[in-house]
């Protein structure tokens, strides 16, 4: 089964998911927020998840973003749909810069690092890494 990691934004959500063995992270897709929960739906029905990595957005001082009720909104919405799949919160602070600048290392064109959507869902990969960096059963 694989961990699946959502980047959440109120226009676009960036998605990542592990291989099966929960080794690699990778990007998977960046899907339009109002799909999201029937993209999710249709992913899920072929291929197992063990768990949702939703990122929760904070300030460097650890308070709430603007996002943030937007994401804890989801998180209802996702639980509804998904009773049975747990969740679990990341934080993603630096992860949009983090994945610009892992974009260029990679030698990404301008044009590809200038389509948000390749941002969110690099985005959501380095969310699944630190995720799984971060859980001891999981190294």
């Given at each position: 089964?694989?961990?699946?990691?959502?980047?959440?934004?109120?226009?676009?959500?960036?998605l990542?998911v592990?291989?099966?063995?929960?080794?690699?992270?990778?990007a998977?897709?960046?899907v339009?927020t109002h799909?999201?929960?029937d993209?999710l739906k249709?992913?899920t029905a072929?291929?197992p998840?063990?768990?949702f990595?939703?990122?929760l957005?904070?300030?460097?001082?650890?308070?709430?973003?603007?996002?943030t009720?937007?994401?804890?909104?989801?998180?209802?919405?996702?639980?509804?749909?998904?009773?049975?799949?747990p969740?679990?919160?990341h934080?993603?602070?630096f992860?949009?810069?983090?994945?610009l600048q892992?974009?260029?290392?990679?030698?990404?064109?301008?044009k590809?690092?200038r389509?948000?959507?390749n941002?969110d869902?690099?985005?959501?990969?380095i969310?699944?890494?630190?995720?799984?960096?971060?859980?001891?059963g999981?190294?």
């Amino acid at each position: 089964m694989r961990l699946l990691a959502i980047d959440y934004g109120t226009k676009r959500t960036g998605l990542a998911v592990t291989d099966p063995l929960k080794i690699i992270a990778t990007a998977l897709e960046t899907v339009p927020t109002h799909q999201l929960l029937d993209y999710l739906k249709k992913y899920t029905a072929t291929e197992p998840v063990e768990a949702f990595i939703v990122g929760l957005p904070k300030r460097l001082d650890g308070t709430d973003t603007d996002n943030t009720p937007h994401v804890r909104g989801f998180v209802k919405r996702l639980q509804a749909a998904f009773p049975e799949t747990p969740i679990h919160w990341h934080d993603e602070r630096f992860t949009s810069s983090m994945a610009l600048q892992a974009m260029i290392a990679a030698g990404s064109t301008k044009k590809d690092r200038r389509d948000k959507g390749n941002i969110d869902k690099v985005s959501a990969a380095i969310i699944l890494q630190s995720y799984m960096q971060s859980e001891p059963g999981l190294r």
